[in-house]
């Protein structure tokens, strides 16, 4: 049955609400998204009220307007100004590679040699470094066997077909606001001949109850770690185990969605190998938070990941030569996995200052989100409308020289607007004091910002 389509028709939830309509291009990346961030998506918010681009990106939002109008010619100049003006800032929280020219970008490989012999063989349709690369991974997860894909969009509809197949069940459950409803244009049923069903659309990770008391049957529950789109949540180790016990108990296969699972170990207090045993199977990415030029992986077992590379045959994804981006992935496991600890700790420190440095210098509302980051990214949200922030964001980079807000800012109501902040090697360097600073430069440049500060 992992073979039966319905295909033509979009994916329903349990409401019977047609899921993941429209976005706009796919994207697979993410901060670290995407760039983490999601890169030319659409983004999904609770109960699939309104979607706006993703974080991360290099796309301004229409907001209704059509292409070419002074609106959009003007926010079109406020984007290249906000990316030209982060890339030359001598201070920022995260510096992301994939915004960087092709010259820096490829200069990236010339740390190869450290994690592979260059004088082997380059690749041919996945052996040599790209089965290193698989073998590496397994070894990190603690599974059996581990494949490389191209994308996370097609490593994940490999998963879920090859487990429907097993299953009998071409359901999948997951959250309304997962990567696959909200950024893949309806794939898993298009594509995948899957049914995605909606657990919940709350900003949070499903609950045990609601997964046991799902009201039809599926196969698959599919958990996303961190919850991007919800402000990268993640539950307690106590509501994880839960949940998946929850789904056994349906006898329903667990597959995760680790995109950006190699920052969850700080919050759950567990290592890598102890997270990922508790799915069946589990996807990663390699540059949403390892810098890498692309690529994904599946990890389970030996049979699983089998049958996964005849699908990835079938789906266009045994490409002939991948040495780039697998050279890429090995050098970020190299490089940055042993720093995401440092990073997803001091987030934490640049979250509560930033905070602080809000109120102090008289935002009447903001909320950090979440209050504690789970990883090393969460979202900014401030009762302002979205072009307001991102001009001051702008000016505050390009007249000091510092770039609190990098990212885009999205509409969320009327004067109310979030981003994403990324802390990375280069927000080691801020103290809490330069986070301070920074908020209080980034409000005075608020309209109205001295008239709101309180006595």
């Known amino acids: ?77 406020l984007r290249e100004r906000r990316v030209a003006a982060c890339r030359s800032a001598p201070r920022v929280l995260a510096r992301l590679g994939f915004l960087d020219p092709l010259r820096e970008r490829l200069a990236l490989l010339d740390a190869a040699a450290g994690v592979y012999d260059l004088d082997e063989a380059a690749d041919r349709y996945g052996d040599g470094v790209v089965e290193a690369l698989e073998e590496r991974v397994a070894g990190l997860l603690g599974t059996e066997a581990a494949a490389f894909f191209p994308t996370g969009t097609m490593a994940q509809q490999v998963a879920l077909r090859c487990w429907a197949g097993r299953t009998g069940s071409p359901v999948v459950a997951l959250h309304g606001l997962s990567h696959p409803e909200v950024h893949e244009r309806n794939a898993f049923s298009l594509v995948g001949g899957l049914r995605p069903v909606r657990v919940t659309d709350e900003p949070r990770m499903p609950t045990a109850a609601e997964v046991r008391d799902f009201d039809e049957p599926f196969g698959a529950l599919m958990l996303e770690l961190p919850l991007r789109d919800a402000g990268f949540v993640l539950p307690t180790w106590e509501e994880l185990t839960e949940v998946v016990d929850a789904a056994r108990e349906r006898e329903a296969v667990v597959h995760f969605d680790g995109a950006r699972l190699w920052e969850c170990a700080v919050h759950f207090g567990r290592p890598l190998e102890e997270i990922a045993a508790l799915a069946d199977s589990v996807y990663v990415s390699f540059y949403k938070s390892l810098g890498g030029f692309g690529g994904a992986a599946l990890a389970g077992p030996a049979t699983l990941v089998d049958e996964a590379k005849a699908w990835r045959h079938r789906y266009g994804g045994n490409v002939f030569q991948q040495f780039p981006t697998v050279l890429s992935a090995l050098i970020g496991l190299e490089r940055e996995l042993p720093r995401l600890p440092e990073y997803v700790t001091h987030a934490r420190v640049v979250a509560a200052a930033l905070r602080e440095g809000l109120a102090e210098a008289g935002v009447p509302w903001a909320r950090v989100h979440p209050e504690v980051p789970h990883t090393h990214d969460f979202q900014v949200w401030l009762p302002y409308e979205a072009d307001v ?67």
């Not at 329903?12 to 047609?18: A, F, K, S, V």
């Not at 309509?21 to 109960?47: F, I, L, M, V």
Request: hydrophobic share 35%.
């Open 1 to 77: 049955m992992g073979d039966t389509a319905e295909n033509g028709t979009a994916a329903q939830d349990g409401d019977g609400r047609r899921a993941g309509a429209d976005p706009g291009a796919e994207a697979e990346a993410g901060a670290g998204a995407d760039r983490e961030p999601a890169q030319g998506t659409e983004r999904g918010t609770a109960r699939g009220t309104t979607r706006a681009p993703a974080h991360g990106t290099d796309q301004e939002p229409a907001h209704g307007t059509a292409p070419g109008t002074d609106r959009e010619r003007s926010r079109r100049l």
């Open 389 to 455: 922030l991102a001009e001051a964001a702008v000016r505050a980079a390009e007249e000091t020289g510092t770039a609190l807000f990098a990212d885009r800012w999205d509409p969320k109501g009327p004067g109310l607007s979030l981003t994403e902040v990324y802390v990375r090697a280069a927000g080691l360097e801020w103290t809490a004091d330069d986070v301070r600073a920074a908020a209080a430069d980034f409000v005075r440049r608020l309209p109205g910002a001295g008239a709101r500060k309180p006595a």
